[in-house]
């Protein structure tokens, strides 16, 4: 505040008055953030927002920067042996990287990949875990150019496959298995499948040594021969919107979007949140518990941005206890800690108490994402640790890569509240018509672009599919598919998913990744899933299915379906209850009806859902209207 008002020559009153500057001048507000955050261009951008348009906004134009340079400048400050990178696998195992020692990793890797062919512009995937290396090869792939992607080893290779396969990679990094709940999940046939499954894979590099997997066509490398070359690259200047990273966010239908970020907008737009909303600096410890498969393990990267230490807890959070995350907390002197509403709520519910699991005087703030955080989540975080914590929710998602609403420390805090609107993030709540309420529940829209919302879909040249997902019903408006109010005195409450996409447990998945599993069984002729995600309740996944005539409904099938969708896509896919329906109810134009069931199912009478009229099938909606009525009065 005090930097940008002296540039403009006036005085902002509060944050909401910084904020109201922010979305009324995004390019001046972009350009002055990256004056303060230090940004080392390679060239100068001739202006901030040279067309202001969704989608098609150009930003920074004429500059050039690097991801991983940005990140590495950090390392010419730190001294020596001052750490970059901590990391508890699930059996306590501790590690940590210096600041000198990711600069030489990540150069040495650099080299490698260059002198094997891997070249500005391909593709590189990773299948791995949540551990140092996996930032070590992103970070190497940035330096040169190389536009990565990740999937987390959980994933079957059918769903990974469903996404690497749409981007046509060139490298193939995986490990061959991870621990996770104090058991081993051997992965080697899940990687086989994907060499197989990948016609354009030239390279695979194992980071652990995987035996007996045929490379295929792809020549095989092992990680610690990449990284025993004497050769650094250094980091390569890019224009501001080269394509940095392939992101997955999956609709109802289809195949999952490949959502492409380029390097200057994730720069801002992550140094921003974790540096600004987050209130990290270089003297700060900053963990966010996440998966590889969540963008959460992007953001994490934010706090290397601002020069801090990040702590990474790979396996189970609740393995061997619901306090292994408080413990890691004191072990690795966090002093910024986030993880999903989901965590927390399974610690009230365990009866964990954090302060008697450990040390927390270091910890200033408490971040939550990844689902609504109730109101009774605050008193207990406030009751269990201390009562002058920092609690900030944030709320944003893999799209943009980053937040739409997050903290601030000059604000209060209010309980079940997010504290603001993010900077340079134009929110509010639209009704039906497209009109803006104010302390009303209406559509999550973003009405000025931003530099980290997606610079295309993979493949999407004339960039239909983008438009259709986030443009079609209020067009030159973002509508992220939340439900949102905006508070009078300027904070926000999420609603839940106001679309078919489902947020379990943090993890955003589509329902075809479960339809394509549970449509496989000859047992199923058709099926519906909703997720009855809502603010104060407990995420509920529902899969109601149709068996096929001939079937014989049992608990044997059921479990037989858990299994396969545990195993074929992830765990987090497994719903809560399979309810056996009548029928599945479809549109006139053959779409399933996910979204009037879950109103439905969330309160709402079936008249204001469904219109009878615009069905295939109507005669079935008795049906889901008496399972609502008995679901809503458990």
Known sequence: MDRAGVRLNRQFADYHDLWAWSVGDPGAFWLSFADWHGVRFGSPPQSGLA??????????????????????????????????????????????????????????????LRRIG???????????????????????????????????????????????????????????????????????????ALIEGLPTLRHWITVDGAEGIAPGDAARHEWATLLSGTDRAAPEMLPFDHPLWVVYSSGTTGSPKPIVHGHGGVVLELAKLVGLHCDVAPDDTFAWYSSTGWIMWNVQLGGLLTGATIALAEGSPATPDMGRLWRFAETMGVSVFGAGAAYYIACMKAGTVPREEADLSRIKLIGSTGSPLPPEAYAWLWDTIRADLWISPIAGGTDISGAFLAGSPTLPVHVGEMQARALGASV???????????????ELVCTRPMPSMPLSFW???????????????????????????????????????????????????????????????????????????????????????????????????????????????????????????????????GKKMEVPIKRRLLGRAMSDVATPDAMANPGCLDWYDAYARAYLSE
Not at 77 to 106: K, N
Not at 136 to 141: D, P
Not at 143 to 148: D, E, F, K, P
Request: with cysteine.
């Open 118 to 192: 891997v070249a500005r512009g391909d593709r590189v995937v990773g299948y791995l875990p949540n551990t140092p290396d996996t930032i070590v090869a992103f970070l190497a792939c940035a330096s040169i150019g190389a536009t990565w992607s990740l999937c987390a080893p959980d994933m079957g290779a059918p769903t990974v496959l469903e996404r690497f396969g749409q981007i046509e990679p060139k490298a193939l990094l995986t490990v061959s298995g991870y621990r996770f709940g104090g058991t081993w999940h051997d992965r080697r046939a899940e990687v086989a």
């Open 459 to 589: 493949g999407d040249d004339e960039g239909t599919r983008l438009r259709a997902s986030y443009f079609d019903t209020y067009p030159g408006i973002w509508r992220q598919g939340d439900w949102v109010r905006i508070t009078p005195h300027g904070g926000a409450v999420i609603y839940g998913r106001s679309d078919a996409t489902i947020n379990r447990h943090g993890i955003l998945m589509g329902t075809a990744d479960i339809y394509r599993v549970v449509e496989d069984n000859p047992a199923i002729a058709d099926s519906l899933v909703v997720d009855l995600e809502y603010l104060g309740q407990p995420s509920c996944m529902i899969l109601f299915v149709k068996p096929a005539k001939a079937a014989a409904w049992s608990e044997r099938l059921v479990a037989e379906l858990a299994a396969t969708l545990r195993a074929r896509v992830s765990p987090h896919h497994v719903p809560d209850r399979v309810v056996v329906a009548p029928d599945i109810p479809y549109t006139l134009t």
């Open 428 to 442: 509010h709540a639209f009704d039906d018509d497209g009109h803006p309420v104010e302390n009303d529940v209406g």
């Open 51 to 112: 067309r202001d348009a969704m989608p098609g906004a150009e930003w920074f134009p004429g500059a050039t920067l690097n991801f991983t340079g940005e990140v590495l400048r950090h390392a010419e400050a730190a001294g020596p042996g001052r750490i970059a990178i901590r990391h508890e696998a699930e059996d306590g195992t501790r590690s940590a990287l210096s600041w000198e020692d990711l600069a030489d990793r990540v150069g040495r890797l650099a080299a490698a």
